[in-house]
Nanobody, 122 residues
Framework: VQLQASGGGLVQAGGSLRLTCAASGGTFSIYAMGWFRQAPGKEREFVATIGLNVGSELYVDSVKGRFTISRDNAKNVAYLQMNNLKPEDTAVYSC????????????????WGQGTQVTVSS
């Protein structure tokens, strides 16, 4: 499956963005999806993942209550709604897909989209 992320941009602290990950070339509904981010000089880190079923979301502690991951299998897209953004959320955000269930392990994802830059100003 091929993935393309979009929706990044520059926003002030406290603002919101919605990232979109569009999938093609595969049966989207059989893939768990994940969002990861990488800030300058840091390793890529897990942000959120969603499995095949509603209610299967998992988040890193730093975004709980602010970010929401979702998916629309009919449209072959996954979303990351980001509210109350903070300067420390600044990073390149990438989406990824894996077979079977959700996972926070970056190494377990085989398909990756290009990143989209999110910059949060204070």
């Amino acid at each position: 499956v091929q993935l393309q992320a979009s929706g990044g941009g520059l926003v002030q602290a406290g603002g919101s963005l919605r990232l979109t990950c569009a999938a093609s070339g595969g049966t989207f509904s059989i893939y768990a999806m994940g969002w990861f981010r990488q800030a300058p000089g840091k390793e890529r880190e897990f942000v959120a993942t969603i499995g095949l079923n509603v209610g299967s979301e998992l988040y890193v502690d730093s975004v709980k209550g602010r970010f929401t991951i979702s998916r629309d299998n009919a449209k072959n897209v996954a979303y990351l709604q980001m509210n109350n953004l903070k300067p420390e959320d600044t990073a390149v955000y990438s989406c990824a897909a894996r077979r079977f269930g959700r996972s926070s392990d970056v190494k377990s994802y085989l398909s990756w989209g290009q990143g989209t830059q999110v910059t949060v100003s204070s």
